[in-house]
C-alpha cells in the first residue's frame, strides 16, 4: 500500500486523543433548552476570545453563515454584499436567496481577498423604490479561493467605518480566523473588533470532528438561536462535540503556526524548482493553504497534475519518492480551476509528510513539465 498524504483540505484533520477523552468525559444536557454545560462553556469561552457578547455552537460554517445572513436580513426586499470568490457566494447554494430570500451581490475580490471599497460604498441602494435594500456587508478572513491571504487590518478598519456611514452590519466568515491571527499576530478580537457577527469553524484546521460557531452582541445571538432551530440546527447533548471544539481552542489554535510553517517551507520548494509550468506567489504565503498556478498559454491542466500526484508509478518507488517501506507515495491534493491547484497543510500533517508530499511533487512537477515544454 502506497503512503498518502492528504492536503485535500484541513477539514480531513481526526480529531486528536484529547478530543476523544473529552468527547466520552464531559458532562452534558440538552441544548437546545440551554442546558449542556460543555456546549454553554464554549460558547462563553470563545465570545470572550473574540471580544463579543454571546456565540452559539451550530453544525456547520454554511449554517453560521445562512444564520447571519437570516438574522442581519430579515427585511424582505434585502441585499448582501459578499466577494465574488467568497465561500457565501460560490461553495453554499445561494442558501442566502434558496433559503432566505435574500439577494447576494457580489464585489470583485482582488487578489489578496480584499474589494474596492469605493466601488463598494457606490453600490449601496435602498433608498429608490426599484432597488432591493442593502442590509448587509460580508468579508472572508482568511480568504480561501485567494489562497488563504489574511485582510489587513487597515482594510477592516477602513471597512467599518463605511459599514458605520451606511448603518450597515458588518459580517466577517472567519471559518479560518485563527490562522488569520496567528499570521497577523494579534488577538482574535482586535481582528473582528468591528464585525457584527463572525463564523469559526472548529472543523477545519481546528482538528475538531463536527461544529463551528456564530459570535456577536446577545441581542444578535438570540435571534440567531431561534434560526438556528428553524434550520433544524438544535442539536441535543451537543456537548460531545462543543468538548471537542474547547479542546480545539485550547490546544490546536496554538499550533497553528506549524501549518504556516510548513506551508511556507513548501512554498518555497516549490518556488525553488524554477519550472515553466507551475508558478508560486510565496511573498503571499500567508496561511496553510498554497496555490499552484499553471500559466494560461500552457497545455497542462490542474486536473491532470490532480490525478497524476495521486498516482504511483515504478520509477518513483525506486527513485526519489520512496516511502519508509518503498512503496510510494500518493498526494491527495484538489483544484479551483484548470489552472489552480491547492494544497493544504493542516494538524495531521507530520514533518514526514510534509517531507514525503514535497518529493512526490518535486518529482511529478519535474516530469509534467518537462512534458509541457516540449510539447511547445
Ligand atoms: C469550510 C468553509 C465554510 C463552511 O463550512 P462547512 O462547515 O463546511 O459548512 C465557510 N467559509 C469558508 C471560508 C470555509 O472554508
Redo the contacts with the bound molecule.
Keep these: 500500500m502506497a503512503y498518502i498524504v492528504d492536503l485535500r483540505s484541513d477539514?480531513v484533520t481526526k480529531p486528536t486523543e484529547a478530543m476523544k477523552h473529552a468527547m466520552v468525559n464531559s458532562a452534558l444536557g440538552d441544548d437546545v433548552y440551554g442546558e449542556d454545560p460543555t456546549v454553554n462553556a464554549l460558547e462563553s469561552k470563545l465570545a470572550a476570545m473574540l471580544g463579543k457578547q454571546a456565540a452559539l455552537f451550530v453544525p456547520?460554517?454554511?449554517?453560521a453563515?445562512l444564520i447571519a445572513i437570516m438574522v442581519h436580513c430579515n427585511k424582505r426586499g434585502s441585499e448582501a454584499f459578499v466577494g465574488n470568490l467568497s465561500?457565501?457566494y460560490k461553495?453554499?447554494q445561494g442558501g442566502a436567496a434558496q433559503v432566505a430570500g435574500v439577494l447576494l451581490s457580489t464585489i470583485a475580490n482582488k487578489p489578496d481577498g480584499t474589494f474596492d471599497l469605493a466601488e463598494l460604498e457606490s453600490r449601496f441602494r435602498g433608498t429608490d423604490v426599484h432597488e432591493p435594500i442593502t442590509s448587509l456587508v460580508a468579508v472572508?478572513n482568511t480568504h480561501?479561493v485567494c489562497g488563504g491571504k489574511v485582510l489587513p487590518l487597515k482594510f477592516l478598519d477602513d471597512l467599518s467605518v463605511i459599514c458605520k456611514r451606511h448603518n450597515l452590519p458588518l459580517h466577517m466568515?472567519g471559518?479560518?480566523l485563527f490562522n488569520a491571527c496567528e499570521y497577523l499576530k494579534v488577538e482574535p478580537s482586535r481582528v473582528v473588533r468591528d464585525c457584527d457577527s463572525v463564523?469559526v469553524?472548529f472543523?477545519?484546521g481546528l482538528s475538531a470532528p463536527v461544529g463551528?460557531a456564530i459570535v456577536g452582541s446577545y441581542h444578535f445571538i438570540d435571534q440567531a438561536r431561534r434560526m438556528r432551530k428553524l434550520l433544524g440546527g438544535g442539536m441535543r447533548q451537543a456537548g460531545v462535540l462543543a468538548a471537542a471544539a474547547i479542546v480545539a481552542l485550547d490546544e490546536v489554535v496554538p499550533k497553528l503556526k506549524l501549518d504556516h510553517k510548513r506551508a511556507n517551507i513548501m512554498a518555497k520548494v516549490i518556488e525553488g524548482l524554477f519550472l515553466k509550468t507551475f508558478t508560486i506567489d510565496v511573498e503571499g504565503q500567508h496561511s496553510n493553504i498554497i496555490l499552484v498556478r499553471i500559466p494560461e498559454h500552457s497545455s497542462m491542466t490542474a486536473e491532470k497534475v490532480v490525478a497524476r500526484l495521486a498516482q504511483v508509478c515504478l520509477a518513483e518507488t525506486q527513485g526519489d519518492c520512496k516511502t519508509p517501506n518503498d512503496e510510494g507515495v500518493i498526494l491527495k491534493a484538489i483544484y479551483f480551476n484548470s489552472k489552480t491547484i491547492r494544497f493544504t497543510i493542516h494538524h495531521d500533517i507530520t514533518d514526514e509528510d510534509l517531507w514525503l508530499a514535497i518529493m512526490k511533487i518535486t518529482y511529478v512537477f519535474k516530469e509534467l513539465d518537462a512534458a509541457a515544454t516540449k510539447a511547445h
Excluded: L, P, V
Excluded at 60 to 63: V, Y
Design positions: 477539514t456547520s460554517g454554511t449554517m453563515n465561500h457565501i461553495y453554499e472572508e480561501n466568515d471559518a479560518r463564523s469553524c472543523s477545519k463551528s
